[in-house]
């Protein structure tokens, strides 16, 4: 039985969310480096046409896709710890494996007494990196945790929350362990965990009926046409992941039945090489590439990331409406791209992999 309670994830995470916040937006006035890596950002984006906000708001906006991608981060490792994907105990745990992890930070602070709470915090990210088949979510190159650092305190607080027990029974507030690993409550972190994000992005998750009724009708006369081995699918606004784990789904049913003796990861990384997202949100994508993630371990029986591969999961953040080769391809009635449209097309933001964008969107 899962002992993830939704509401009370979601509730809490909210209010830590805004705290959150408050910190970055306290350091882009006080860190230099942070303040002229927003200022940098902004400009470009404004040259290439892809804001027209004021700076304020677009940093506010900014500063919370960070934000969130702070508390995603933790959400991740603890669900990975609580349910044996990580053996050591990094953050928390239930039972004795909450002691374990203060006591590897009580270490950690005795080699480096002069780091903060945010440095333990991306050491454990560090750590979990390190295996391959989830290296990508803590990408350093494009997750914003490394460019946008909170506070020690903001960090310390952040750990304090995860360590948080019931005083009548002393078991933990948020234990993420679930025998199914059952990854849907992500999606209401998605669409809930910041209303400004909400209207921003119009978020809002596909209900379960639907997803299976849009797959029934486009996904199986696809493949019924093409065949299993040439049919692709590609959803251009994944948000947190419903049809691509729908599709993935049905996908790997099909080949385990057609190829009944082919190994498992063979068959999981081929059905994944057919799976397409791209998200404007970023930690959208962050929850679908995760949700993807868990369903490939599950899917290829590994009970272990030490054991895992590092699977190719093509899911980025991008706009799918500016991002690709075939834009530059195109040519509509014989009129040629203006150049304010072509700059735009070359801007990468800095959680954005363009050269992952051109791969998805350009076939």
Known sequence: MPLINPKRLLDDLKRLLRRLEADLRERAGAVAELAELLQREYRAAREAGRTGESFEMWRDGTLTQAAAAWLLGCVF???????????????????ERRRLAAERQMQYFQRRPTDSDRDYLYDVFRTVQQLPAVTTLFDAQHNPVWAYGISGDAAKELIAFWRQVVPETGELV?????????????????????????????????PEFVEEFILDRTLEPAIAVFGLKDVRLIDPTCGS???????????????????????????????????????????????????LLVAALQASKLTTLRHAPGFRLNVAVG???????RFDELDLKG????????EGLRHAYGVEDLEALNRILGQ
């Open 319 to 325: 706009d799918s409406l500016l991002h690709g080769r």
């Open 335 to 342: 009129e040629t791209l203006r150049p304010g449209r072509a």
């Open 241 to 291: 992941g419903h049809f691509l784990l729908g599709a993935f789904q049905r996908l790997l049913d099909k080949w385990s039945h057609s190829e009944p003796g082919t190994a498992e990861r063979e068959l999981v990384q081929r059905t994944l090489d057919a799976v397409y997202g791209v998200d404007v949100n970023t930690y959208a994508v962050a929850i679908a590439r995760f949700r």
């Open 174 to 206: 948020h234990d993420f362990t679930d025998a199914t690993w059952n990854t849907r409550f992500l999606g209401d972190l998605y669409q809930e965990l910041s209303e400004d994000a909400r209207k921003r992005f119009a978020l809002l998750q596909t």
């Open 77 to 95: 490792v603890r669900f990975l710890e609580d349910n044996g994907l990580v053996e050591e105990a990094l953050l928390s745990g239930p039972q």
